[in-house]
């Protein structure tokens, strides 16, 4: 087991809840094939846009543009939503909210799939 659980902050999450500056990263990837990444993301209450940074198998890719749209909902699992990438190879995501401040996606179509984690930037 890696990391250490965090509880949820005891609010009704929905999309306004996802909104303003975040860096995300990669964490806990399962083999040496994944992808993994860092950036900085700007999310509006719907969609997100940002520049990250790629490490792939192939070799690195900096700068690379990012979009998204997502939903987020407090019913019935507050918090859970899901994100469309819709930038480099797309794919959807499920986004698990920890705090307004704080947030996870994992990939629904990756067979090997990395932890990216999304802090507010202050």
């Not at 979009?67 to 899901?82: D, E, F, K, L, V």
């Not at 994100?83 to 995501?93: D, L």
């Not at 996606?105 to 990756?110: E, K, L």
């Amino acid at each position: 087991m890696f990391g250490i659980g965090e509880p949820q902050t005891a609010v009704s999450f929905d999309n306004t809840s996802l909104k303003g500056a975040y860096a995300g990263l990669a964490t806990n990837p399962v083999g040496y094939e994944v992808t993994v990444f860092s950036g900085e993301f700007a999310a509006n209450g719907g969609s997100m846009t940002g520049t990250e940074d790629i490490g792939a198998p192939s070799g690195p890719n900096p700068g690379v543009a990012f979009n998204a749209t997502y939903s987020i909902s407090p019913s019935p699992t507050n918090g859970r939503g899901m994100m469309t990438v819709t930038s480099g190879t797309g794919g959807n995501m499920v986004i698990y909210m920890i705090s307004p401040a704080k947030f996870v996606a994992i990939s629904q179509s990756d067979p090997k799939p990395a932890i990216l984690m999304f802090e507010a930037k202050n």
